[in-house]
């Protein structure tokens, strides 16, 4: 049962246009939700976060919006550019006992922004 | 560069065969953290140590294993190796386990199993 859905695996987008990247969660628990990006051959590398108090967080050309009645967030990125072209994946945080928080992640959205 | 070290960056083992893979979490972080990605699949948490203790466990299969030493480094063993053990392998490590904890990645072990 995947608690954090990225149902696009991949967009195109132009560069200069916005890019947005679509995440639905199940678990009402979560109560910290994170996109990581991730180039090949490297490791995901932490982009942006929202804390469930808020429904918006901007840094920069990145934008994350979350609706938790409908349990969905949202990345923009404006404007796109070719280096931003990379796999992104939406995670959620939520306590899983015995002290620890726990990162549920989606399976990613590989988004392609074209020159 | 996260600062997360993984050794080695590749293996190609057989069938059966045990492997340990070695994590070096960022300098100050307390909290390791094992994940496995497979073809086409998002990251899946296996399991979590905090200060040489284990504090979560998620899909982590009974063939394998962890243990975080006192100088915090990391290591997962896999045992009785089958095909379907192939995938990237990712440590990560946070300062406190806490919610709001961003988790720094280190560059992955791709485990090949023939």
């Known amino acids: 049962d995947q608690q954090v859905k990225q149902n696009s695996p991949s967009l195109s987008v132009q560069e200069g246009r916005i890019s947005i990247l679509n995440c639905d969660y199940t678990?009402?628990?979560?109560?910290?939700f994170l996109w990581y990006k991730k180039y090949p051959a490297e490791g995901p590398t932490f982009l942006i976060s929202?804390?469930?108090?808020?429904d918006k967080n901007e840094d920069g050309r990145f934008t994350v919006f979350l609706n938790k009645s409908a349990k969905h967030l949202s990345l923009h990125i404006v404007p796109s550019q070719p280096g931003d072209s990379a796999v992104y994946f939406c995670?959620?945080?939520?306590?899983?006992?015995?002290?620890?928080?726990?990162?549920?992640f989606g399976k990613g959205t590989k988004l392609s922004v074209i020159p | 560069d996260s600062g997360v070290t993984q050794t080695p960056k590749h293996l190609i083992t057989a069938t059966g065969q045990r492997v340990t893979l070695r994590c070096s979490p960022r300098?100050?972080?307390?909290?390791v953290y094992w994940y496995q990605q497979s073809l086409d699949q998002g990251l899946q948490f296996l399991i979590q140590?905090?200060?040489?203790?284990?504090?979560a466990k998620g899909n982590i299969l009974e063939r394998f294993s962890a243990q975080q030493f006192p100088d915090l480094h990391s290591e997962l063993n896999l045992s009785s190796l089958e095909l379907g053990d192939s995938a990237l392998y990712f440590c990560?490590?946070?300062?406190?386990?806490?919610?709001?904890?961003?988790?720094?990645f280190g560059p992955g072990t791709r485990l090949t199993v023939l």
């Open positions: 140590y905090y200060n040489g203790e284990e504090r």
């Open positions: 929202i804390s469930s108090i808020k």
């Open positions: 300098s100050g972080d307390l909290s």
């Open positions: 990560a490590s946070s300062v406190y386990d806490q919610t709001y904890n961003e988790q720094f």
């Open positions: 995670a959620a945080s939520g306590y899983s006992g015995a002290g620890s928080y726990q990162l549920t």
């Open positions: 678990n009402s628990m979560f109560d910290y």
